[in-house]
């Protein structure tokens, strides 16, 4: 059996395709790194295509990895473990396996890279 070899390549920003995603105000750019990674690892971009209306709604994921880094915008997250925080371009920050959390409110512009391990994983609803 030979194994596949993943070739080196870039994510061109240029004729980028968005689509749809877990939520539906928010559009998603894959980066390529699932395909390379055989789905070990996601990294995409993420952005807001609608005002925030309400709360996303608190939640929890099951993974390995979860990072963030905020390109543009602003976002107050509200952390089981650390309470309400707010972030700006040029932040970043890190959810543990399991941690309950919610997107409370958010810019316009609201763009924020992701990656996470693995590529695919179950979020589960919670309860306050």
């Known amino acids: ?3 596949k070899k993943i070739r080196a390549f870039a994510s061109h920003a240029k004729n980028a395709q968005w689509e749809k995603g877990l939520r ?4 998603y750019r ?3 790194i699932k395909d390379a990674t055989e789905g070990r690892v996601q990294a995409h971009v993420i952005r807001a295509i609608k005002p925030c209306a309400q709360a996303i709604g608190y939640h929890s994921h099951v993974l390995e990895f979860q990072w963030n880094y ?6 107050r997250l509200d952390f089981e473990d650390v309470g309400e925080i ?3 371009a040029g932040d970043a920050w890190y ?3 399991g941690i309950k959390h919610e997107v409370i409110e958010y810019s316009d512009d609201f763009e924020v890279i992701e990656i996470t391990m693995p590529a695919d994983f179950p ?3 919670e309860t306050r």
Do not use: I, N
């Open 1 to 3: 059996m030979t194994e």
């Open 24 to 27: 539906p105000y928010f559009k």
């Open 30 to 32: 894959d980066l390529g």
């Open 70 to 75: 905020l390109l543009r915008g602003w976002a």
């Open 86 to 88: 707010r972030v700006e």
């Open 95 to 97: 959810q543990p396996s």
């Open 123 to 125: 979020t589960q609803e």
